[in-house]
């Protein structure tokens, strides 16, 4: 795992203030879903070996939710960017 | 060859030169009734199990690197049965009883040391959520025992009681619990297999999995194409990866686990031991070494190293629990890739294709778990049936609505 990590907030910081939530990718169905959809939500996971974007939360600082992408293998990180901000433009 | 007490005064007294390789080095035949894939302890059990118990003749094992080159390997040697939930605690004892004959069944030498585990509690709630896990542990004929405090300074002296914020007021102990020479357990399974005929098929990565009419009819590999009758998954940490090659979306993360293992001592530790206000865990090899680890890393990854952040975390469990523990040095650390399910628990399990079999989803527990789980996989892939004491362990239990979470942490792999 990379040392720093870019916040787009506070510049680069030690790792060890972020919180990792996990899988990035996936999207909350609707409340009225199927309960197949609910399944997939809930437990299924793509769980690449490679290219993986993430929910982490700077908790000892912004403590905003960002979403970064990092390479599960090699643990090079290639960006980080704010959730609300990424979730917006992707029309959630 | 047989290995006995004779045998080694015979062969020290030849100049132990006429010792023979424990298993042979195949070539991949171009078909098999039932291939494996994965040879670690889970493998090398399941097809052991299936020549030996079922009675399959034609059995193939893949393995991509060398046999137990992963977790089985890599991981703490802990053994022991003290589970809770009714979905769990009937199987693991299963593998308790498995490793308490293993040794003689598998005619070699997996130094199985039952010396106990102590799970240590530190306040009256988790002296309660013990004593409840005991009964359950009761409630399925294993024996538990719960110690005061007076008895544990008896027994582990070195233990730092009188911690300000965790105090240790006692544990739970489980007798029969110890630890096993992991490494002898994968060449014991190993070797044994292939004594039955089974073809252990070492550097042999597979690539693809070939499907017709909803069904396997066979693997590619870097060695080429192989047919098989029925295919088995145990490909631990790579599950996913596996899975995918057959289209299967699965429930598992993968995530690092690190262990440690420090300069030897004299003995000093006689017992597994492990921190109840952590996640940390200790028990001293046979060659004096103290190895310990604790939680895992908390993000995915499938690097077979681990975080410093982690590491100092680790020690600073360890130094809490054993303050003398300050002074030793740690020679080595490394990290295993765990394949994290949603709910904590295993998959022993049928899928969506009726000759495609998978085992999966042991977390950071699967090593006391090789006994049972080969012979359960076994069983499901020789009859399809699942096994009574793994009939909880199914894949579709997440769908149903019945996860088995042991910790309460709910469908997050990282928090179990």
Do not use: C
């Given at each position: 795992m990379a040392s720093l990590i870019h916040c787009p907030h506070c510049g680069v910081r030690p790792k060890e203030e972020f919180s990792i939530r996990g899988d990035a990718s996936l999207v909350r169905p609707d409340p009225e879903a199927s309960d197949e959809a609910w399944h997939d939500y809930v437990h299924i996971r793509s769980n690449p070996r490679g290219r993986y974007r993430e929910h982490w939360q700077h908790v000892a600082g912004c403590r905003r939710w960002l979403v970064v992408e990092r390479d599960t293998f090699t643990h090079e990180v290639f960006s980080v960017t704010d959730g609300a901000a990424t979730a917006r433009e992707a029309g959630r | 060859m047989r290995y006995s007490a004779f045998s080694i005064v015979k062969n020290a007294l030849?100049?132990?030169?006429?010792?023979?390789?424990?298993?042979?080095?195949?070539?991949?035949?171009?078909?098999?009734?039932?291939?494996?894939?994965?040879?670690?302890?889970?493998?090398?059990?399941?097809?052991?199990?299936?020549?030996?118990?079922?009675?399959?003749?034609?059995?193939?094992?893949?393995?991509?690197?060398?046999?137990?080159?992963?977790?089985?390997?890599?991981?703490?040697?802990?053994?022991?049965?003290?589970?809770?939930?009714?979905?769990?605690?009937?199987?693991?004892?299963?593998?308790?009883?498995?490793?308490?004959?293993?040794?003689?069944?598998?005619?070699?030498?997996?130094?199985?040391?039952?010396?106990?585990?102590?799970?240590?509690?530190?306040?009256?709630?988790?002296?309660?959520?013990?004593?409840?896990?005991?009964?359950?542990?009761?409630?399925?004929?294993?024996?538990?025992?719960?110690?005061?405090?007076?008895?544990?300074?008896?027994?582990?002296?070195?233990?730092?009681?009188?911690?300000?914020?965790?105090?240790?007021?006692?544990?739970?102990?489980?007798?029969?619990?110890?630890?096993a020479r992991h490494d002898a357990v994968a060449w014991g399974y190993a070797r044994a297999a292939d004594r039955l005929g089974v073809d252990l098929i070492q550097n042999c990565e597979v690539t693809g999995i070939r499907r017709e009419h909803g069904v396997v009819t066979g693997v590619e590999t870097s060695k080429g194409f192989i047919g098989c009758g029925k295919l088995g998954l145990a490909a631990a940490g790579n599950t996913s990866r596996v899975g995918e090659m057959a289209g299967l979306k699965l429930p598992i993360e993968s995530h690092v686990l690190q262990a440690f293992v420090t300069e030897g001592l004299k003995p000093a530790i006689d017992h597994v031991i492990t921190y109840g206000a952590g996640h940390f865990y200790i028990s001293q090899s046979d060659k004096g070494g103290l190895v310990f680890g604790a939680e895992i890393d908390g993000y995915n990854s499938y690097a077979q190293r681990g975080n410093l952040a982690t590491v100092e975390h680790v020690m600073e469990e360890g130094v809490t629990m054993i303050p003398g523990l300050s002074r030793v040095r740690v020679l080595r650390s490394w990290g295993g890739v765990m394949d994290m399910s949603m709910d904590g628990s295993p998959i022993i399990s049928q899928t969506p294709i009726d000759n495609l079999y998978l085992n999966c989803g042991w977390c950071y527990g699967g090593f006391k778990a090789t006994p049972a789980s080969g012979w359960c996989f076994a069983h499901l892939i020789a009859k399809n049936e699942t096994h009574p004491v793994a009939r909880f362990l199914r894949l579709d239990r997440f769908e149903r609505g019945y996860p088995i979470d042991e910790h309460g942490a709910g469908p997050q792999p990282n928090l179990h």
């Open positions: - | 030849s100049g132990n030169v006429n010792w023979k390789p424990a298993w042979r080095q195949p070539e991949p035949k171009p078909f098999y009734d039932v291939i494996i894939v994965g040879g670690g302890g889970h493998g090398l059990a399941t097809a052991y199990y299936l020549a030996r118990e079922f009675g399959l003749k034609n059995i193939a094992v893949l393995e991509k690197n060398y046999l137990g080159s992963g977790n089985v390997g890599r991981n703490t040697t802990i053994v022991r049965s003290n589970y809770m939930l009714p979905g769990n605690e009937p199987f693991y004892e299963f593998s308790m009883k498995l490793w308490e004959g293993m040794e003689q069944d598998l005619n070699y030498n997996a130094m199985l040391s039952q010396r106990g585990v102590i799970n240590l509690y530190h306040n009256d709630g988790q002296r309660d959520a013990y004593i409840r896990r005991g009964n359950a542990m009761w409630m399925e004929g294993v024996p538990a025992e719960l110690l005061d405090r007076a008895a544990l300074k008896k027994m582990l002296p070195f233990l730092n009681f009188a911690h300000a914020r965790f105090p240790i007021m006692g544990g739970l102990l489980q007798k029969r619990g110890g630890t």
